[in-house]
């Protein structure tokens, strides 16, 4: 059973950068798909980014393309989050989430990762002040 652990939240200006880390254990860490999610207060979760099991392939949701990047180590079993032009409805907590099936992610359907990230972090706080 996979353990995740986020860091980096904080506070931070509007049009700023933050990074974003997540550190997983308790089983191979290269053999499964990554991503990130984040829900904001009286919202439901938003899907932010999800990346292969390479870091080859990426995906991301629509309202952070151009401003977000999803990168993983293998060698550390870790995934970040690089999070710039950060806006004041950023403000949520960012949760980290690892896929469920060995070498799967759907490369015509980029979107059809999200139902298989089915394990949670306990997510970190970001606050953005405009």
């Known amino acids: 059973q996979v353990q995740l652990v986020e860091s980096g939240g904080r506070l931070v200006q509007a049009g700023g950068s933050l990074r974003l880390s997540c550190a997983a254990s308790?089983?191979?860490?290269?053999?499964?798909?990554m991503g990130w999610f984040r829900q904001a207060p009286g919202k439901e979760r938003e899907f932010v980014g999800a990346?292969?099991?390479?870091?080859?392939?990426?995906y991301y949701g629509d309202s952070v393309i151009g401003r977000f990047t999803i990168s993983r180590n293998n060698a550390n079993n870790t995934v970040s989050l690089q999070m710039n032009s950060l806006k004041p409805e950023g403000t949520a907590v960012y949760y980290c989430?690892?896929?469920?099936?060995?070498?799967?992610?759907?490369?015509?359907?980029?979107?059809?990762?999200?139902?298989?990230?089915?394990?949670w972090g306990q997510g970190t706080q970001v606050t953005v002040s405009s």
């Open positions: 989430a690892a896929g469920l099936t060995p070498k799967f992610w759907p490369p015509m359907d980029p979107s059809a990762i999200l139902p298989d990230l089915g394990a």
């Open positions: 308790g089983r191979t860490f290269s053999n499964y798909a």
């Open positions: 990346i292969n099991w390479n870091g080859i392939d990426r």
